[in-house]
């Protein structure tokens, strides 16, 4: 029982990285329909933004934590502008070709600069963690799971209820109506890459403090579940994919510590297809067929 | 035909004279072992990236797991060559058709088993499911004993060679090639291109995307063989998601659709990072911008959908083999497709509908109604906008399930049966929104419904067997009189997007009746069309009860149509038939006017209106 | 000084020369219609006003200022509001949120009450729908939620493109009804229709498209008279 519940609450600590990484992945996903495969990547800059404002220049953490905050989004506005911006009305699989040359431009670029060799995170918290019984939950896990249920209502209400956030919605919908209503789509966009940009360098700081290590390709493990996240929630909606973010962290600990290792990334994929096989449109996806 | 074979002699001396070119470099050592070995892996990327050009530019599904199937063809097939070879003392190379096939036949029903989800998903949906099954077929048989765990298998005996590699990637080119151009090949194709259309002239969209998923897996289980003859060791590592990508990059890169461009693409991606050595280190950075820039200027791929005509090799080696082997020519007259035999009763109706009705959730959108159609009779059905008439024709052709009533086709009841199957038992469509395959030429686009009625096997289509000849000749004939009978011949080799909005709407409806429909649905054929485009298609219609026997039952709000070619006319209200009768019948009903037509249109301001034109 | 003053307007789809000098105006008040065959480039010049494709050459001003060089998200600022073809309504959102969406650029949100007032007066089914998910509307429905979008904007020129595309025949005579109440409420209107007879019937000019040019302009009530016109357009 205290095993289980242990491993219960690792995997609520893991699934809500994965949701917060899935709520920017899916903002994007939702309202351009771009899988971005550089999402991941976009979190391992942050991550190399923090380390190196932390460790070599010294700075304090929250500060880092803004700045990196700030570097990912002028990433995610930059590769937007240079790589996906001409291609928008191009077939969607030229910019998911696209997207994953850029991941691999930023993977390998961080190499170069990095080397291959992970770089240790500094220790930010030194809470002790909460113990009940023999159940115990870590400080970072508790913090993780609060900023991703906090994040997903206060951008779910950003999207349902703001101005912007009704510009975003026009512009997934039909873009050239958006525009007749005066909208700015491309300010739209930019907007939406900033935002789940922003996320990533959020869920870059929570990542690195649950696993202390810094690495090129760090990007591509949580990137793949974030999108597995975002698709199988209901495209854009954002509760689905933190739902999901959540089902299969826990799936995957429950599976470590209860059957096998290296099997729980195969219990993950096979929720996913079961899943879509009695959800075609996703976890919260409202069934919609094609009109005739 | 002289020209014709002059083109099959030059296409098959290329083949020949490439891999002669190359066999000499590399028996003579001026190409070493090491770049023959690279030689090879451009064979086995060939295969992959061809073979997932069938899913992913043909079928148009985004697969994202391809390199699973070549890991359990790897793993098969090496697994069989180490047995045979060790325990029976087989010689490796007499193995090798065993253990290549069955790698292929696992493989193709490890895409079997992805392509019945396939039945309920598409797109992104579809995508990630492929992503799913690759990566769990990657963690199993990382643990699984008779695979040997994480590490792989090793020391399988690496008999493979040139020429072998060659020749099988030559035989699954043309296969591929062969198969494009079959009636299931159309059937794939229009399937990409409209998928509602595909199923409406009778194809079984389920059925053909787990065909090319199958097939796809099949041929990438044999490269997988060829890899673990060549490579001597298989770790299921090796084929993670990242690999499924390269392949995918390939497609994209030589262009969807395109399989010259997938052999382009093969090749050159497969040496770029050999000659990119000397950067070792900027490899992979210089691969991703060229990756970016690539799409950015150029996002159709090498080739767009543009091919090297390599069928013709085909022809002519099988020509070369009856003439060699003596084969008795056969016949080749053209064979017509099936004329089915209506079985329809004197004076009984040809489609009938007893107290048909629909709810969705709280919201009945159609109840009680009852049609009936003649043949050779054209009948309207109006009615206001969200009245239930889109519906009616979704209950006819099974796109919804009835919830009340029955429907009735020639006297057997049609509800429950897949909108494929009522568009095979003789009811055809138009939409709304026009619905054409649009990147396929008009011919192309008529030959698609003659799909059903049309028998030759994959294996015909593939080998081109006399029965394809003949009944490809059959169509052919077919369909250029039936553009012929609407004066669209002339069209016939242009893509069905670059005609005029009227002609489009002429094409959906040759297309319709194409597959030989006893009852033709026309869904709002005249919306968007200017007074004289409605006159031409009125003529058109005219026609088609002239030349066809076949009910037609049309909505509209062209009155001016509508009166003038129907016959009777049923007006549908709030999902139930308010009124029926003869359009004069119809003008003078008070409900209909007060409902639908109004005042302007009543009585003797309709009569107006026919002479002035007035829709 | 007109409303709306095009001049040599070329554009191009690829290498095809969709429209060739395309010339004309609409001054204060009017209603004046595009019509022509499938094809002939109506669409096209709406598009090419909006911004919503780009223009080879020549001169679009709109109350005496240039506007091809202008943003499209500007226009409907400047008062510039399109009713496009096929309605495009956001039909995930609601009847409500597609005509905020309609009043997006405006700053004045104190009137977003008075304003819907207004426009549910035009269509009162829409009010009784205010909640419903837009995409669940019928046809005529929708294409009332696009015209009351548009007017959401305060356009001093309203841009309709096939307002009775695929509409009853009652609905037809209702929209061009609302058509007349708009202009006579002050809104000046450009109307492209593929119905002739109801476009010429409405409006007080026309201009005559084929392939992509001008090839006849007039009083609307004399081009309903005349031959051509009348053998081309009107089908009798």
């Given amino acids: 029982m205290v095993l289980f519940l242990n491993q219960l609450i690792n995997g609520l600590g893991t699934g809500a990285i994965y949701a917060l990484i899935a709520l920017g992945y899916t903002m994007v996903y939702g309202i351009v329909k771009l899988i971005n495969f550089a999402h991941g990547d976009i979190m391992m800059v942050g991550s190399y933004a ?4 932390m460790v070599n220049a010294g700075v304090p953490f929250p500060v880092a934590l803004v700045a990196s905050m700030l570097v990912c989004v002028a990433f995610g506005v930059a590769i937007e502008r240079v790589a996906y911006k001409p291609l928008r009305d191009a077939p969607r699989i030229c910019s998911l070709i696209t997207a994953i040359g850029v991941s691999y431009l930023l993977q390998n670029s961080a190499q170069l600069l990095f080397s291959a060799n992970p770089r240790p995170f500094p220790p930010v918290f030194s809470i002790p963690p909460l113990r009940i019984g023999g159940v115990s939950i870590s400080f970072v896990t508790l913090l993780t799971v609060l900023v991703a249920a906090l994040l997903m209502v206060g951008l779910n209400l950003f999207v349902m209820k703001s101005r912007t956030g009704k510009a975003m919605r026009a512009v997934s919908e039909d873009m050239g109506a958006a525009k007749l209503m005066g909208v700015n789509v491309n300010m739209t966009i930019s907007t939406t890459f900033a935002i789940g940009c922003a996320l990533a360098g959020i869920g870059a700081f929570l990542y690195c403090i649950a696993y202390p290590s810094v690495a090129p390709t760090m990007g591509a493990m949580p990137g793949l579940k974030a999108f597995i996240a975002a698709v199988l929630g209901g495209i854009g909606i954002l509760p689905g994919a933190m739902l999901v973010g959540f089902i299969m962290g826990v799936a995957e600990s429950l599976t470590k510590g209860f059957v096998s290792t290296q099997l729980s990334d195969a219990v993950v994929y096979g929720i996913l297809i079961v899943v879509l096989l009695f959800k075609p449109s996703g976890l919260l996806g409202r069934a919609q067929r094609e009109k005739v | 035909m002289n020209r014709k074979f002059k083109s099959y002699a030059l296409n098959l001396s290329a083949v020949l004279l490439i891999f002669l070119t190359l066999y000499t470099l590399i028996q003579s050592g001026a190409i070493n072992k090491y770049y023959a070995g690279i030689l090879i892996m451009i064979g086995i990327n060939v295969i992959m990236t061809v073979s997932l050009n069938l899913t992913t530019g043909f079928l148009g599904e985004l697969a994202l797991g391809h390199a699973g199937f070549m890991s359990v063809g790897a793993f098969t097939a090496g697994i069989i060559t180490k047995q045979l070879s060790t325990s029976l003392g087989w010689d490796p190379l007499a193995c090798l058709p065993v253990s290549l096939l069955a790698g292929g036949i696992l493989a193709a029903a490890m895409g079997f088993l992805i392509g019945v989800p396939a039945l309920r998903l598409k797109g992104d949906y579809l995508a990630i499911i492929t992503l799913g099954f690759g990566e769990i077929i990657r963690v199993i048989l990382q643990n699984m004993q008779v695979t040997g765990g994480a590490a792989g298998i090793s020391r399988v005996p690496r008999v493979n ?59 990438a289980g044999i490269a997988g063989g060829l890899y673990a003859h060549q490579i001597g060791r298989v770790s299921a590592a090796t084929f993670d998601f990242n690999k499924s990508i390269e392949y995918l990059v390939m497609v994209v890169l030589g262009g969807m659709g395109s399989i010259t461009g997938s052999i382009i693409a093969a ?17 992979m950075f210089l691969y991703s911008i060229l990756l970016i820039l690539m799409m950015l200027f150029r996002p159709k791929g090498l080739m767009g959908t543009a091919e090297f005509s ?87 052709t099974g796109v919804y399930l009835p919830t009340e009533g029955d429907i009735r086709l020639m006297g057997r009841s049609i509800v429950g049966k897949k909108t494929y199957e009522i568009g095979a038992d003789g009811i055809a469509r138009t939409f709304q929104n026009i619905r054409l395959f649009k990147s396929m030429t008009v011919l192309e686009n008529i030959k698609v419904a003659f799909h059903t009625r049309m028998h030759y096997s994959a294996a015909s289509g593939i080998f081109r067997l006399p029965r394809y000849a003949r009944e490809e000749a059959g169509i052919d004939l077919r369909a250029r009189e039936l553009l012929r009978v609407f004066n669209m011949e002339e069209s016939a080799d242009i893509r069905a997007d670059g005609l005029p909005y009227g002609q489009q709407r002429k094409l959906e409806i040759c297309r319709a009746l194409a597959t030989n429909p006893k009852v033709l649905l026309l869904d709002e054929p005249a919306a968007g069309m200017n007074p004289i485009e409605t006159r031409e298609l009125m003529e058109t ?26 016959e009777r006319i049923y007006v549908l209200n709030y999902g139930r038939v308010i009124a029926t009768g003869t359009p004069a019948e119809i003008r003078d009903n008070p409900e209909v006017v007060r409902a639908y037509l109004g005042h302007s249109n009543t009585g003797a301001k309709a009569e107006e209106g026919e002479t002035h034109g007035n829709a | 000084m007109a409303m709306l003053e095009v001049m040599g307007l070329n554009v191009y789809y690829g290498a095809i020369h969709a429209l060739h000098d395309v010339s004309f105006q609409v001054e204060q008040g009017e209603i004046v219609t595009l019509i022509g065959a499938n094809g002939a480039g109506k669409t096209s010049i709406l598009h090419a006003i909006s911004r919503l494709i780009p223009v080879k050459s020549g001169e679009i001003a709109f109350s005496g200022q240039p506007i091809q060089g202008a943003d499209a998200h500007r226009l409907v600022g400047m008062g510039l509001a399109q009713v496009p073809e096929g309605r495009r309504i956001f039909s995930q959102m609601s009847v409500l949120e597609n005509l905020e969406m309609g009043a997006f650029t405006r700053r004045d949100k104190g009137e977003l009450q008075s304003d819907l007032e207004m426009v549910f007066g035009h269509f009162p089914r829409l009010k009784e729908r205010v909640r419903q998910i837009a995409g669940t509307l019928s046809g005529g429905e929708q294409q009332m939620l696009a015209t009351a979008r548009a007017l959401m904007a305060h356009p001093t020129l309203l841009m309709m493109d096939e307002p009775s595309m695929g509409l009853s025949p009652i609905l037809v005579e209702e929209i061009f009804e609302i058509i007349r109440d708009i202009n006579r409420e002050g809104t000046t209107i450009l109307l492209v229709e593929q119905n002739a007879h109801m476009a010429l019937s409405v409006a007080n000019r026309a201009y005559v498209l084929e392939t992509g040019s001008i090839v006849m302009e007039g009083e609307a009530a004399a081009l309903m008279d005349n031959d051509q016109v009348k053998n081309a357009y009107l089908g009798t």
């Fill in chain 2, 310 to 396: 390599l069928t013709l090799v085909w022809d002519a080696a099988a020509g070369f083999l009856r003439r060699t082997l003596r084969i008795r020519p056969r016949d080749h007259t053209p064979m017509l497709p099936d004329v089915p035999r209506y079985d329809v009763g004197e004076e009984a109706p040809v489609l009938e509908t007893g107290r048909l009705g629909i709810r969705f959730g709280g919201l009945q959108a159609a109840e009680n109604v009852n049609l009936q159609l003649y043949d050779n009779e054209i009948v309207g059905l109006i009615g206001p906008n969200g009245a239930g008439k889109t519906t009616v024709f979704n209950m006819l």
């Fill in chain 1, 50 to 53: 923090a380390v190196v404002l």
């Fill in chain 2, 267 to 283: 090749a050159v991606l497969t040496l770029l990072p050999e000659l990119l050595r000397g950067f070792a280190d900027y490899r």
């Fill in chain 2, 161 to 219: 060679t040139f020429p072998l590699t060659y020749f099988i990637m030559i035989a699954v080119i043309i296969v591929m090639f062969t198969l494009g151009r079959s009636r299931h090949g159309r059937a794939i194709l229009s399937i990409r291109e409209n998928a509602v259309a595909a199923e409406s002239t009778g194809i079984s969209v389920t059925r053909y995307k787990i065909f090319a998923f199958t097939f796809a897996a099949f041929f």
């Fill in chain 2, 541 to 566: 219609i005219g026609l088609i009860r002239d030349r066809f026997s076949v009910a037609v039952l049309l909505i509209e709000h062209d009155m001016k149509l509508v009166m003038g070619i129907c």
